[in-house]
């Protein structure tokens, strides 16, 4: 199941008084205090805090700590004193406004088998397929779609799922290309999360990741929080991915090309049963 943890210590800032209009100053200063400032730059930034992690007590201090100077400078408080529970409506009395945001995943049991043309079925170890907090949990069924990179971008003239109709369909598709240039046109095509999302925009029940290395693998994330993509998703290593493509009668010499895009997008004859505990 998905895991949340109350980010207990957030405050509203500077900014945001200001520009709405309700911070009040009892005694306006005539100058700037560069001292002052770097100051209070320098605590926030030391080791003390720890970097501020949400939750941390490094990030309660630092809170507090500004908290206290909105007290000094007499701004009128338009949030909570409660800042440990995310269900404290800001009720004038304080400067904290506490919410909840995802702190981590548990991930259950998941699984992936496959039947092949010669209507086998091979059930893949849990060590070589992972959920990822791309995932949302399910269990579904397919045959099983190969779309190269699984890239769709009309202002690059690039689209991986030409030909082929993924709908009701698990997507097998390959980390890449590497593009460095973010004003590419394929650019963000090549992000994995939007590679997700076009997958599941085009009917996928479920999608399988793969890479030729476990490095490229370790892209996806885990247990760093952040929202689905709405339908099962799990990482499959290089081997299993080639053992699918045999499962489906594809020759070893085409295997080798699952994971540099020379493989055309196609319907592989198998089909699989995947299951993601998130």
Do not use: W
């Not at 971008?153 to 997507?171: L, P, R, S």
């Amino acid at each position: 199941m998905k895991m949340s943890n109350s980010i207990k210590y957030v405050f509203f800032s500077f900014v945001s008084l200001v520009g709405t209009g309700v911070a009040v100053y009892s005694q306006v200063p005539s100058t700037i205090d560069s001292i002052a400032i770097q100051k209070n730059i320098t605590f926030l930034a030391s080791d003390a805090l720890a970097g501020r992690g949400s939750g941390s007590p490094g990030n309660d201090k630092a809170a507090q700590f500004i908290a206290g100077e909105f007290r000094k400078f007499h701004l009128r408080p338009v949030g909570t004193a409660n800042r440990s529970s995310a269900a404290a409506s800001p009720d004038g009395k304080g400067y904290f406004q506490p919410f909840t945001v995802p702190a981590g995943l548990s991930f259950g049991k998941n699984s992936l088998s496959v039947t092949g043309v010669d209507h086998k079925v091979r059930k893949f170890s849990a060590s070589s397929v992972n959920a990822t907090d791309l995932s949302s949990s399910g269990s579904v069924s397919g045959e099983i779609a190969y779309v190269g990179y699984g890239l769709f971008a009309e202002a690059a003239n690039q689209d991986d799922y030409k030909g082929i109709d993924v709908k009701g369909k698990i997507v097998l598709l390959t980390i890449g290309p590497k593009i460095a240039d973010p004003s590419q046109p394929l650019a963000n095509a090549a992000k994995i999360r939007a590679k997700l999302i076009t997958a599941r925009d085009k009917g996928a029940v479920a999608i399988l990741v793969t890479a030729a290395t476990q490095e490229e693998l370790s892209e996806l994330p885990v247990n760093r929080g952040g929202a689905d993509v709405g339908l099962p998703v799990l990482s499959v290593n290089s081997t299993t991915a080639k053992d699918i493509a045999h499962l489906s009668g594809l020759s070893s010499r085409d295997s080798e090309h699952l994971f540099d895009g020379k493989l055309s997008s196609r319907i592989l004859t198998v089909n699989a049963d995947v299951k993601t505990v998130v």
